[in-house]
C-alpha cells in the first residue's frame, strides 16, 4: 500500500492565484482530513470527509473548498491565495481504530 | 480554554536521558490516547496508542494515561539523537470523527 500521497510536495503562489492540493489514499478509509500546520501552532483541521460525497468545514475553513467524489481522493482547493496561507499543508486519513495515517505534506508559500 | 494543551518546549536533554512529555486535556469523553512523532519536514506517524487509563509499553516508549487527572505522558528511555523530533499528543472519544491534537513539543536530544 501507498498510504497517503499528496501532490505537489512544494508550490509557490503569488498572491490571487488559485491551486488544488492532491489527496489520494489506498487504504479504503472512509474519513479524510485535511490540516494546517504553521510553526510553533500545531495542526489546525481546515476540512474533513466521512465518506463520499460528505463534506465539513474544521476549525479554519476559510479561503479552502473541498470535494470528496471517490473514497480515495480528497481534492482541497485554495481560491484568490493570499499570504495567511503561506504554510505545510497535510492531508490524512483515519481507520476504524482511531489510527490517522498523514501525507508526507505539500510546503505552500505565497508571496 | 483549549481542549488539550501541550508544552511546546523546545525541551533540550543530554543523549541517555529519560524524558517526559505531557499532555492534559479537559473533555472527559476521551478514550483513545495517541502520541504521533513528527520528524522535520516529514507528516507526523503514530508511535504509541492506549485506550482509557493504565500503562502500555514498547521498548524505550511508554504510554502512560490518568483519566482521574485528565494526564497523559509519554516517557523515552535512554534517549537517543535519532529521537529528536517533535511529540503530538492526540485524543478522540468513543465513535468520534476528529482527533484532538495538542500543539506539539519539540525534543532535541543532543549527544
Known amino acids: 500500500n501507498a498510504g497517503v500521497t499528496q501532490t505537489p510536495k512544494f508550490r509557490i503562489l503569488k498572491i490571487g492565484q488559485s491551486m488544488t492540493l492532491q489527496c489520494t489514499q489506498d487504504?479504503?478509509?472512509?474519513?479524510m482530513y485535511w490540516y494546517r500546520q504553521d510553526p510553533g501552532m500545531g495542526l489546525k483541521l481546515i476540512y474533513y470527509?466521512?465518506?463520499?460525497?460528505?463534506?465539513d468545514k474544521g476549525e479554519v475553513p476559510n479561503g479552502y473548498n473541498v470535494s470528496r467524489s471517490t473514497t480515495e481522493d480528497f481534492p482541497l482547493r485554495l481560491e484568490l491565495a493570499a499570504p495567511s496561507q503561506t504554510s505545510v499543508y497535510f492531508c490524512?486519513?483515519?481507520?476504524?481504530?482511531?489510527?490517522?495515517?498523514f501525507g508526507p505534506g505539500t510546503r505552500l508559500t505565497v508571496t | 480554554q483549549k481542549e488539550v494543551e501541550q508544552d511546546p518546549g523546545p525541551l533540550s536533554v543530554p543523549e541517555g536521558a529519560i524524558v517526559s512529555l505531557n499532555c492534559t486535556y479537559s473533555?472527559?469523553?476521551?478514550?483513545?490516547f495517541m502520541w504521533y512523532r513528527q520528524y522535520s519536514r516529514k507528516g507526523p506517524e503514530l508511535l504509541m496508542y492506549?485506550?482509557?487509563?493504565g500503562n502500555k509499553e514498547d521498548g524505550r516508549f511508554t504510554a502512560q494515561v490518568d483519566k482521574s487527572s485528565k494526564y497523559i505522558s509519554l516517557f523515552i528511555r535512554d534517549s537517543q539523537p535519532s529521537d529528536s523530533a517533535t511529540y503530538l499528543c492526540?485524543?478522540?472519544?468513543?465513535?468520534?470523527?476528529?482527533?484532538?491534537f495538542g500543539a506539539g513539543t519539540i525534543l532535541r536530544v543532543k549527544s
Open positions: 487504504m479504503n478509509h472512509n474519513y
Open positions: 490524512a486519513s483515519l481507520d476504524r481504530s482511531y489510527e490517522q495515517y
Open positions: 470527509s466521512v465518506g463520499a460525497g460528505i463534506t
Open positions: 492506549t485506550y482509557s487509563s
Open positions: 473533555n472527559s469523553a476521551f478514550q483513545y
Open positions: 492526540a485524543m478522540i472519544p468513543p465513535y468520534g470523527n476528529k482527533l484532538v
